[in-house]
Structure formats: structure tokens, C-alpha cells
T-cell receptor, first 115, second 113 residues
């Protein structure tokens, strides 16, 4: 158990809908990351927050947004869903900003299926 | 941009065989390098890391050496076990002040008894 909690574990929704994925980081971790894992794109970095502020942005679509709340949990909002958004979405957390001196711990992921 | 290339899998080995999974990278600056492992139904776990050239990361019998001259970070284990069956990801962190990791495509290892 990494200590990173993601909900829901599985989600099936229709095209055009909106979903919210939730992540609770490990106790004491200030950085939260979101990654998307799909068969065709592999593991793609979406976004990083550090202590409530956006720190880095990757290949995140405009239809997707995220935020980190004062209690440090984070939510990833996916809207106008398309079939191609079906993927495993990972949340991860670390104490600091960079992975060099701070181990990044991954949650078990949220499986999103868009039908 | 920065990128990571891993050997394609799946890799199928018998128990106690020697394992090598190749990983090469392209990066500006001096990235840190990582190997992550994903067991079935679980998230990724950090296996080992190296932060500068010639560093050797090691954990659970796995080793990898940061080779700047060949831009490589190959994963090795002398004697694999069935329990090592998993997907292995090579990754780098950019030489920037963020936590972004760039992953290779992953290599599936299956170890047969």
C-alpha cells in the first residue's frame, strides 16, 4: 500500500459526460501528480500541483482540469468525454517538488471506460 | 524533447535466468533516471534510481548503471523469480524544477517456473 488513495477504482460513463477523479496523497506529501496510462500512448504526465499551486503541465487536454485543495487532496475533472479518453488514470504524490530526492508514490489508479 | 526508449516485450524467461531490459534516453542537461515496476492490478512502485553519471541503483537484486556516454540505463538481475513477473518502466526526470517523469513504453516480463 503506497498510501496514495484514489477513488473511484472503476468508472464507466457515456461519451459527452463529465467525471471527477479524486486523489488523497500520502500524509505529509505536498506534491500531487496525475498521469494517464493508455495502450496507445503509454504513461503520459498530465499535471503536477505543489501545495495548492500548479507546478508543471504536460499533455493535458483543454477538456481536462485539475486542482489541489487546501487539505492537499486533488481532483481531476474530465469533461466532454470521448472514447479515446478511456484509460487508467494514476495519481501520485511526493514530499517535495522534484523526484530526485523525493520518492514519488503512485496510487492504484482509476479505470475509466467511456462507452 | 526528452524521451525514453525501452526494448519491446514481452520478455519470457525461465526461473533463475539472467535478465536484461534495455533502456536508452534522450535528454538535455543531466536528468535523473528511474526504474518503476507495475505488478498486476497495482500502481507503479519505484524499483531503483540513479541521479548522476556512473551511479548504480540497486534494489531487490535488480541493478542499473547510469551511462552518460551511451545514454543508457539498462536493468539487470542475475536470477529472476516467478514473483518478478510484472511490467517494468524506465523513466527520467527532466533537469528542471518540476517532478515531471517521462516514461518509456514499458516492458512486460513473464517468468515461468
Amino acid at each position: 500500500d503506497s498510501g496514495v488513495t484514489q477513488t473511484p477504482k472503476h468508472l464507466i460513463t457515456a461519451t459527452g459526460q463529465r467525471v471527477t477523479l479524486r486523489c488523497s496523497p500520502r500524509s505529509g506529501d505536498l506534491s500531487v501528480y496525475w498521469y494517464q496510462q493508455s495502450l496507445d500512448q503509454g504513461l503520459q504526465f498530465l499535471i503536477q500541483y505543489y501545495n495548492g499551486e500548479e507546478r508543471a503541465k504536460g499533455n493535458i487536454l483543454e477538456r481536462f482540469s485539475a486542482q489541489q485543495f487546501p487539505d492537499l487532496h486533488s481532483e481531476l475533472n474530465l469533461s466532454s468525454l470521448e472514447l479515446g479518453d478511456s484509460a487508467l488514470y494514476f495519481c501520485a504524490s511526493s514530499v517535495g517538488v522534484r523526484p530526485t530526492g523525493n520518492t514519488i508514490y503512485f496510487g492504484e489508479g482509476s479505470w475509466l471506460t467511456v462507452v | 524533447g526528452d524521451s525514453v526508449t525501452q526494448m519491446e516485450g514481452p520478455v519470457t524467461l525461465s526461473e533463475e535466468a539472467f535478465l536484461t531490459i534495455n533502456c536508452t534516453y534522450t535528454a538535455t542537461g543531466y536528468p535523473s533516471l528511474f526504474w518503476y515496476v507495475q505488478y498486476p492490478g497495482e500502481g507503479l512502485q519505484l524499483l531503483l534510481k540513479a541521479t548522476k553519471a556512473d551511479d548504480k541503483g540497486s534494489n531487490k537484486g535488480f541493478e542499473a548503471t547510469y551511462r552518460k556516454e551511451t545514454t543508457s540505463f539498462h536493468l539487470e538481475k542475475g536470477s529472476v523469480q516467478v514473483s518478478d513477473s510484472a511490467v517494468y518502466f524506465c523513466a527520467l526526470s527532466e533537469a528542471s524544477n518540476t517532478g515531471k517523469l517521462i516514461f518509456g513504453q514499458g516492458t512486460t516480463l513473464q517468468v515461468k517456473p
